[in-house]
T-cell receptor
Framework: NAGVTQTPKFRVLKTGQSMTLLCAQD?????MYWYRQDPGMGLRLIHY???????AKGEVPDGYNVSRLKKQNFLLGLESAAPSQTSVYFC?????????????FGSGTRLTVV | SQQGEEDPQALSIQEGENATMNCSYK?????LQWYRQNSGRGLVHLIL?????REKHSGRLRVTLDTSKKSSSLLITASRAADTASYFC?????????????FGKGTKLSVIP
């Protein structure tokens, strides 16, 4: 049981390049999330999905797009990377039933934009 | 969604001592969750306390919730070096507000061997 798997773990991009971060979960969770974590800023929600084919904006969605074509996968895209997007990105998931469930997090993707 | 604010921002204790960290929030909640993050790793869910509960235990963890003061505390007893990590609280609203979990800046705990 792998839980939440993020790929890649590390990436260096040049300004203006594009990339996609993949999040995969094997727990049949309905809800999935993308966060970014910057030093001294805590975690900030980028986008989330409450089911296959649905996505919604979080606190800091600008510059990112997401897709949830399959229930187990949640993709985060950067169309034109900027240095301000240098961060550690975390994916998380949880079951849909009720509010009394904790989130399961991936181990993160460290992205540097130069 | 709403964000909890953890206090203190940093805490340094000797191994074997107890560590207490606090969380304040602003509106009514359905439950409140605590998470741990070891350096360079993802967050790990520690414990969840519902709005109708006042205290909950899990191993060396004790969580309290005071909904009248909109505050919670996390107590780690007999701390170990392995408890060194950042700790985050996450208040959870009811209904559609529960879709999003937001985090504050956390409390950075250092346990000195």
């Amino acid at each position: 049981n792998a839980g939440v798997t993020q790929t890649p773990k590390f990436r260096v991009l040049k300004t203006g390049q594009s990339m996609t971060l993949l999040c995969a979960q094997d727990m049949n969770h309905e809800y999935m999330y993308w966060y970014r974590q910057d030093p001294g800023m805590g975690l900030r929600l980028i986008h989330y999905s409450v089911g296959e084919g649905t996505t919604a904006k979080g606190e800091v969605p600008d510059g990112y797009n997401v897709s949830r074509l399959k229930k187990q996968n949640f993709l985060l895209g950067l169309e034109s990377a900027a240095p301000s997007q240098t961060s550690v990105y975390f994916c998380a998931s949880r079951p849909s039933t009720g509010e009394g469930y904790g989130y399961t997090f991936g181990s993160g993707t460290r992205l540097t934009v130069v | 969604s709403q964000q909890g604010e953890e206090d203190p921002q940093a805490l340094s204790i000797q191994e074997g001592e107890n560590a207490t960290m606090n969380c304040s929030y602003k509106t009514s909640i359905n439950n409140l969750q605590w998470y741990r993050q070891n350096s360079g790793r993802g967050l790990v869910h520690l414990i969840l306390i519902r709005s109708n509960e006042r205290e909950k235990h899990s191993g060396r963890l004790r969580v309290t919730l005071d909904t009248s003061k909109k505050s919670s505390s996390l107590l780690i007893t007999a701390s170990r070096a392995a408890d060194t990590a950042s700790y985050f609280c996450a208040p959870v609203l009811s209904g559609a507000g529960s879709y999003q979990l937001t985090f504050g800046k956390g409390t950075k705990l250092s346990v000195i061997p």
